[in-house]
């Protein structure tokens, strides 16, 4: 472990590698969520981008290669490193969250739960919610199930749209064709609304790349801006990482 932490704070894990452009992005929105004066106020960070985690959508619908063995890896290099808890800015990897909480020693928070808290306390008459996410979170239920817990559907779209979907997070984001993808994205995102999303939720980590709130006519929410500012205010001792919506059913950290 690491010496010379002040009273409260915690070292960040960032599970990463899924992809690693979201990884970056999530520390980059980590950086910027810290409001500081000089380079000591930021949280310490411990990325491990492993970028050899096998696809997890293919892993929930067609049998694939479970991401869970290199999941795991990744989590006990970041707990031997130093990290107090987790964050992992996939989405879909959320769907095997429990079995990674059940075999580490330290906390790992949900990123769709906290989301989903978030959209209940700032818009608490939200009653429909768009989703844009691969198909493997789309069907996996992980933003149905936590978003029914605060009061809200979740809208998906039709199928041609949900292909345009895949397209642009496989063919063009993670290929690194930001634009293109993003064109794709905001054209499912407008007929979510049409069909009456009142909000629209950037589901996926490449989705958050190129989606922004601003560029629709209801809010974007983007969970993985939740999850940074979640991170640091748990990282600097200003949220309770012993609360039950913020932690492993499992570990639990000393104050």
Known sequence: MWKGVMMGEKVIG???GMGPEATADLFYRIVRSTD?????DHPRTIIYSNSKVPDRTAAILAGGPSPLPEMLKAGRVLESAGADFLIMPCNTAHYF????????GIPVLHMIELAARNVKARMPDVGRAGLIATDGTVRSGIYHESFS????????PP???????????YDHIKAGDLSGGRELLLGVARRLVEHGAEIVLCGCTEVSLVLKDGDLAVPVVDPLQVLAETAVEVALGRADLAEEDLVSRRGRLPP
Do not use: F, N, Y
Request: glycine residues 6%; proline residues 3%.
């Open 14 to 16: 960032i599970l990463g």
């Open 36 to 40: 500081v004066e000089r380079d000591q």
């Open 97 to 104: 969250i429990e079995e990674l909480r059940t075999s580490l």
């Open 149 to 156: 817990e605060v009061g809200a559907e979740i809208v998906v």
């Open 159 to 169: 199928p041609e749209l949900q292909t345009d979907t895949m397209a642009a997070i």
